[in-house]
Nanobody, 123 residues
Framework: QVQLVESGGGLVQPGGSLRLSCAAS????????MGWYRQAPGKERELVASITRGAGGGITKYADSVKGRFTISRDAPKNTVLLQMNSLKAEDTAVYYC??????????????WGQGTQVTVSS
């Protein structure tokens, strides 16, 4: 089985920064796409950023609302995906979820979700 453990959420003032981390553990053979999603109260879960596997760090994708402010990266040896969030705004307030596409030994790829971490941007 695979577990994703997130960390790094919290309360920050507008304009501040936070760094989210999500580490996968278990009988992991390979990880393809890693991503971060968020869900604000009363809203649907949305993609924030994703990164594929590949030389040079992979291909990244961002929601328009976070382009230029957030940066996604991966630490392949540690099965970890990071989200550096700068210039945070009140509208970034949400529960942030990590999602990873993981293949375990003897099993094909499937998606796993983290438990979520709260990010609150408020003065």
């Amino acid at each position: 089985q695979v577990q994703l453990v997130e960390s790094g959420g919290g309360l920050v003032q507008p304009g501040g920064s936070l760094r989210l981390s999500c580490a996968a553990s278990g009988s992991i053979f390979s990880i393809n796409t890693m991503g971060w999603y968020r869900q604000a109260p009363g809203k649907e879960r949305e993609l924030v950023a994703s990164i594929t596997r590949g030389a040079g760090g992979g291909i990244t994708k961002y929601a328009d609302s976070v382009k230029g402010r957030f940066t996604i990266s991966r630490d392949a040896p540690k099965n970890t995906v990071l989200l550096q969030m700068n210039s945070l705004k009140a509208e970034d307030t949400a529960v942030y979820y990590c999602k990873q596409e993981v293949a375990t030994y003897g099993s094909t790829y499937r998606y796993y979700w983290g438990q979520g971490t709260q990010v609150t941007v408020s003065s």
